[in-house]
C-alpha cells in the first residue's frame, strides 16, 4: 500500500457535499494526507459514511450539517470552525433541459445550490482563511465552465458562475496568501449517474453507461479518485504558485471537441 505525502498535517478543511461521489473523495483524500476534516451535508445522517471512512483510516473529521443555499445555516457552519486552511466548494446539482424547457423553479434550484452556495462557501470562508493567515480554496466547476452540449443551460450557467467567482476571489486575495482555482471535470462515474440511468433507462443501464462512457474522447469516465487527487495538489503547498486558474480534467473532451 503507498503511502500519501502529509502536506495537510496540521491544517483544517472543509469540503462542502462531501457524502459521496466527488466531495466523498476529496474528503478521504484530504484526510489520507493529514488534514482534519469538516465533512459538510445537508443532513448530518448524509456524511456518516465519509465519516466512518475517514475514521477507519486513522483520519479526524467531524460533520456539519448545513445547507450550502442559505445563508444562517452556512454562517452558523462556519462560525463553528476554529480554523480553515483548505476549503473546497463541491456540493452541487444537476438538471437537464434548455432555456425553453427549464423552469423558473428549475433555474433557482440550480443557482440556489450551485450558484449561492459556493458563494456562502467563499463569503464565509475567506475570513476563516484570512484569519488563519491565509489558505487554498478549490472549487469544483465542470467542462460546462467553458462549452455548451445539448440540454443543460441551467446547469452550464451555475457552472459558468464558479468558474467567474473563481476568477474574482483569486484576484481579490492574490496579495492577501489566499489562493483560489477551480477543476472542470467531465463526467465522472459517481451514485448520481447510476441513479439517473436506473431512472432513465431502466433494463438499459449497462448499455447506457457504456455510451456515456464512449462518448468521452479517452473512451471512459472519470473517477472521483482522480479529481480529488487534482485538488489536494491545487490545495497544497506544491500548487503555491497556482492561483485563478481552471483545470480541465475530462478526458480530452475540451481538447478533442
Do not use: W
Amino acid at each position: 500500500m503507498t503511502t500519501l505525502p502529509q502536506r495537510f498535517a496540521g491544517k483544517h478543511a472543509l469540503v462542502t457535499g462531501a457524502g459521496s461521489g466527488i466531495g466523498r473523495a476529496i474528503a478521504v483524500r484530504l484526510a489520507a494526507e493529514g488534514a482534519g476534516v469538516a465533512i459538510l451535508e445537508l443532513r448530518a445522517e448524509a456524511g456518516a459514511d465519509t465519516l466512518a471512512e475517514i475514521r477507519a483510516a486513522g483520519g479526524t473529521a467531524r460533520v456539519i450539517a448545513a445547507d450550502v443555499g442559505n445563508t444562517d445555516s452556512m454562517r452558523a457552519a462556519f462560525a463553528s470552525l476554529e480554523r480553515l486552511d483548505v476549503l473546497v466548494n463541491n456540493a452541487g446539482v444537476a438538471h437537464i433541459g434548455n432555456v425553453v424547457t427549464t423552469a423558473p423553479e428549475d433555474l433557482d434550484r440550480i443557482y440556489g445550490v450551485n450558484v449561492k452556495g459556493v458563494y456562502h462557501g467563499l463569503h464565509f470562508g475567506v475570513p476563516k482563511l484570512l484569519a488563519s493567515g491565509g489558505g487554498a480554496i478549490v472549487n469544483i466547476a465542470s467542462t460546462l465552465s467553458k462549452i455548451a452540449v445539448p440540454d443543460r443551460f441551467a446547469y452550464g450557467m451555475s457552472k459558468g458562475a464558479v468558474f467567474a467567482m473563481t476568477l474574482s476571489v483569486a484576484r481579490d486575495f492574490v496579495d492577501k496568501k489566499i489562493r483560489c482555482n477551480c477543476v472542470c471535470p467531465a463526467r465522472v462515474h459517481t451514485p448520481f449517474v447510476d441513479g439517473y440511468l436506473a431512472k432513465n433507462y431502466p433494463g438499459q443501464e449497462k448499455e447506457m453507461f457504456a455510451k456515456l462512457s464512449a462518448a468521452q474522447p479517452i473512451g471512459r469516465m472519470g473517477e472521483p479518485r482522480e479529481i480529488a487527487a487534482l485538488v489536494a495538489f491545487l490545495a497544497s503547498d506544491e500548487a503555491g504558485f497556482i492561483t485563478g486558474s481552471a483545470y480541465d480534467i475530462d478526458g480530452g473532451t475540451i481538447l478533442l471537441r
